[in-house]
C-alpha cells in the first residue's frame, strides 16, 4: 500500500507517472540530502563519464527508470550553441527592458493577477512574496507559460555538466533530476530551457525538489500545467533566496548633475536620508521619503541614464538570474505591475559596441583585472574594473563604459 505524507494538509490522491505527491517530495529531500559529495569532474569520454554520473545517482537512491533515462540521454550541440552565444545581454538596460516588458506582458499580467488573486494572496500571507514578483517572473521567463522551451531537458543538463565551460552550474542537477525522473514527477523525455529549467517559471530540478509547492490541493506538484503549483512554488523558492516580507525592493529616482558618485553602485546601501542630502529625489522630483532601510544606487547605463535605488530584496533578483540587465528588467517589470510609471530613460552617454566592449575588457585584463570571459558584455565584473579605473583616472565613477574611458586607457 502506497503512503505519503501532505506537510500542507492536502489529501494524497492517485499519483501519475507525470506528477508527484507532495509529500512524498520530502522523502525524496531526504535522499538528496544524504547525497555524496563528488567532484565537479567534466570532459573526458562521454559514456565513462556518464557511467560515474549513474554511480552517483544510484548512490543517491535513483532506481532504474532513472538510471535508464540517463543511459539514453546524448549530447546536444543545440544547446552548446545556445550557451555561447547569449548576445541578448550584451543589449543595454533601455533596450532590453523595453523589448522584454511589452503592452502585451503588462496587459496579460494585469489579468493573470486579477484571475488568480486567491492564489496570490495565499502566498503572500505563506512566504511574503507579492504578487507582482511572482508574475513578472511568470511573464519573463515563458509568457505565462506559454514558451516553456523544447530542449530536452536531461540531455541540455548532460550536456552542459561534460562541457568544461561551467560544470558547476549544472552538475548539480543532474541527480536530482534524475530523481524527478524515476519517482514519475516528470517523464524522462521532459521539456524545457536549453539550461535545465522546467516549467512555467523555469524552475531547476533542485528548487523543483526543495521548494515545489502543491497550490491547488490535488496532492501534486506540477510545475508544467498547474498555475497554482507554480505560483506557490515561486514564491517557495524567492522566499529562499532570502527575501524579506514587505519591503521594497527597486524604487525610481532622480539623481543631479552632480554628487559623490564613487558612492553610488548596488552594493553600498546607505539610508535614504543620506541619498537625499546628495540631491537624489523622488522622480518628480519631490524629497524622498526615509523608510528606515537602506538602498544602493544603481546606475545601469551611467550616471545620466535611468536610476534606481535598489533594497536588500533586490539583491535576491541576481540570486535568480545574475545578469544585472535581466535583474534590473525583472524588478522594474514587478514594479509597473504593481501600478508604477514607465521609468525616465533620460540621455545616457554613448556606450561601446560590441568590439569596443571586447578592447575594453582586454585592456581591463591587461591591467589585472578579472572580467570573466572578453565576451562584449557589460557584466558584474567588468563594472567593478570600470568604477576602479574611473577613480583612478579621475572621472566621474559611474560604471558605465564610455569612449572617452576606452581612449584613456
Not at 252 to 277: I, Y
Not at 342 to 350: H, K, S
Request: with cysteine.
Amino acid at each position: 500500500m502506497r503512503t505519503c505524507l501532505q506537510p500542507l494538509g492536502y489529501p494524497c490522491r492517485k499519483q501519475s507517472r507525470s506528477r508527484l505527491c507532495s509529500g512524498f517530495l520530502a522523502a525524496l529531500l531526504l535522499g538528496a540530502a544524504a547525497m555524496p559529495a563528488v567532484a565537479q569532474e567534466c570532459g573526458g569520454d562521454f559514456e565513462a563519464w556518464k557511467q560515474g554520473i549513474a554511480a552517483e545517482a544510484k548512490a543517491a537512491g535513483v532506481g532504474a527508470v532513472g538510471l535508464g533515462a540517463l543511459e539514453a540521454a546524448s549530447i546536444d550541440d543545440k544547446v552548446l550553441a545556445r550557451d555561447r552565444a547569449q548576445g541578448v545581454f550584451a543589449q543595454t538596460f533601455i533596450q532590453f527592458s523595453n523589448r522584454m516588458i511589452s503592452a502585451y506582458r503588462l496587459k496579460q499580467g494585469a489579468a493573470n493577477l486579477k484571475k488568480y488573486a486567491d492564489v496570490f494572496a495565499r502566498a503572500d500571507q505563506q512566504f511574503g512574496v507579492q504578487a507582482p514578483i511572482i508574475t513578472a517572473f511568470w511573464g519573463l521567463e515563458t509568457d505565462f507559460g506559454a514558451v516553456q522551451g523544447d530542449f530536452h531537458t536531461l540531455s541540455a543538463l548532460v550536456t552542459l555538466s561534460h562541457d568544461c565551460r561551467r560544470p558547476e552550474l549544472f552538475r548539480p542537477q543532474l541527480v536530482p533530476l534524475l530523481m524527478l525522473i524515476d519517482r514519475g514527477v516528470v517523464p524522462a523525455e521532459v521539456t524545457g530551457a536549453w539550461a535545465g529549467e522546467i516549467g512555467q517559471t523555469q524552475i531547476l530540478p533542485s528548487d523543483y525538489l526543495a521548494r515545489g509547492v502543491d497550490g491547488d490541493g490535488d496532492g501534486i506538484v506540477d510545475l508544467r500545467r498547474s498555475v497554482p503549483d507554480v505560483i506557490m512554488t515561486t514564491a517557495s523558492k524567492v522566499l529562499s533566496r532570502g527575501w524579506k516580507r514587505d519591503q521594497p525592493w527597486i524604487e525610481e529616482v532622480r539623481v543631479p548633475e552632480d554628487m559623490p558618485w564613487e558612492q553610488t553602485g548596488r552594493t553600498n546601501k546607505l539610508p535614504l536620508s543620506q541619498w537625499a542630502q546628495w540631491g537624489v529625489t523622488n522622480p518628480d522630483g519631490t524629497p524622498l521619503i526615509d523608510n528606515g532601510l537602506k538602498a544602493g544606487l544603481a546606475l545601469p547605463m551611467g550616471r545620466k541614464g535611468p536610476a534606481f535605488l535598489a533594497y536588500d530584496n533586490f539583491d535576491v533578483y541576481l540570486e535568480w538570474n545574475q545578469s544585472f540587465t535581466y535583474a534590473l528588467t525583472a524588478a522594474n517589470f514587478a514594479t509597473r505591475l504593481a501600478g508604477a510609471k514607465q521609468f525616465d530613460p533620460r540621455t545616457p552617454e554613448t556606450g561601446l559596441n560590441g568590439d569596443q566592449m571586447k578592447e575594453l575588457q582586454t585592456k581591463l585584463e591587461a591591467r589585472g583585472y578579472d572580467v570573466g570571459t572578453v565576451d562584449g558584455i557589460l557584466g558584474t565584473n567588468t563594472r567593478e574594473a570600470i568604477r576602479k579605473e574611473q577613480m583612478r583616472l579621475g572621472l566621474a565613477v559611474d560604471g558605465w563604459p564610455t569612449p572617452e574611458l576606452l581612449g584613456k586607457l
